[in-house]
């Protein structure tokens, strides 16, 4: 099969293929089966048999339209993990049959100062995501993880460590970077207290990983059910943030915050929290703007920040990192008949800490 690419010089016929995927029509459908086309590999391209794919908060938002941007039919998943079943003539990176991943972008300029400086996630002309962003192979737009295959600019194709679980890595490709970066960026390690707020499929990861760079780590959740459980994730301390009392035991006393709520939460109350030139960086995405009080900045020189995922090679040094100290997702395995259901969940928070699916259970519909 071709499909047809536009160019200054004419239509270019690219050889495609159809492959099974999962997905959705419209923001109000289910998703369901549905057939996609995949390039087939060009002279750089990595082919992924993808075997486990994460499901991110964000695949929600996308398939339900909730940030208004959502071309259809879309297919969600950028926590992308799986064999390399073909490679372009003139890849080095990755030969048939080495374990391969892929995050949340799979293309990006390559030559504005962001894209030369390894920060791909902040292309100026804008990342090519991996899944509801224009394909500029195919014409449409890019298809996620939901689905049995995917094709690949080696460049963005990310190697995993051999002894880390399979299905427990794919969440470190969204919910591992974007946690990493901002504590890398922020140099939390031995000497540092780092507050991490809310212990979800983002915040679980960051305690583990704050806690690998040798920080002192403290988590802030509305949850008495998950106390424990955070401390099993390493945290040195758990803190009730309703309790009032439990709070100003921390009162300027932190290094760095990263918040990792997507709901509405006063965030005076966590900036609170930091010492003097002290750092908050917000990676949830709560719906509504949070009103900050100048007097929660001002007196103490404190900074209050946003962050998203990592460049490519800021990604590959996470997975290399989660290697070196063993750290993966605590998972839910699913099939891919379950998806409808596990979204569901997702809205109520009841999953510990990720939901991740086997993809064979689509290869065999």
């Not at 372009?88 to 030559?111: N, P």
């Not at 051999?162 to 299905?167: I, P």
């Amino acid at each position: 099969m071709e499909a047809l690419r536009a160019t200054a010089e004419g239509a270019i016929a690219i050889q495609a293929k159809q492959v099974k995927a999962f997905g959705t029509e419209a923001a109000e459908a289910s998703l369901q089966q549905l057939s996609i086309q995949r390039r087939n590999p060009s002279a750089h391209d990595v082919e992924i048999e993808i075997l486990y794919c994460g499901v991110c908060h964000s695949d929600l938002h996308t398939a339900r339209n909730e940030w208004h941007s959502t071309v259809y039919p879309c297919v969600p998943g950028h926590e992308i993990v799986g064999k390399v079943r073909s490679v372009g003539d003139q890849v080095s990176k990755f030969k048939v049959g080495d374990t391969a991943a892929v995050g949340c972008m799979v293309d990006s300029c390559r030559e504005c100062e962001y894209c030369r400086e390894g920060l791909e996630q902040y292309c100026e002309q804008g990342n090519i995501g991996t899944y509801n962003s224009p394909d500029q192979h195919l014409g449409t737009q890019t298809f996620g993880g939901y689905s049995e295959s995917i094709v690949v600019n080696e460049n963005y194709v990310l190697r995993v460590p051999e002894h880390l679980d399979l299905a427990a890595t794919a969440p470190l490709l969204c919910a591992g970077i974007t946690t990493y970066s901002p504590l890398r960026h922020w140099n939390v390690g031995p000497g540092k207290k780092v507050g991490i707020v809310g212990i979800g499929g983002l915040g679980h990861m960051a305690v583990k990983i704050a806690k690998a760079m040798g920080a002192e780590v403290i988590v802030f959740t509305t949850s008495a059910s998950k106390v424990e459980d955070a401390k099993r994730l390493g945290a040195d301390d758990v803190v009730l943030s309703k309790d009032e009392t439990q709070m100003q035991r921390y009162h300027g006393k932190l290094h760095f915050v990263l918040d990792a709520v997507s709901a509405n939460h006063d965030i005076n109350a966590y900036l609170a929290l930091l010492k003097v030139d002290g750092s908050l960086a917000l990676v949830g995405a709560p719906e509504h703007p949070l009103p900050v009080a100048a007097f929660s900045l001002i007196p103490y020189r404190r900074s209050f920040a946003g962050s998203m995922i990592g460049g490519i090679a800021e990604t590959q040094e996470m997975l290399d990192f989660c290697g070196k100290h063993n750290l993966v997702s605590d998972v839910e395995m699913i099939n891919i008949d379950q998806i409808n259901e596990a979204y569901e969940r997702l809205l109520k928070g009841d999953v510990k800490y990720r939901f991740v699916i086997d993809m064979a259970s689509l290869k065999n519909r």
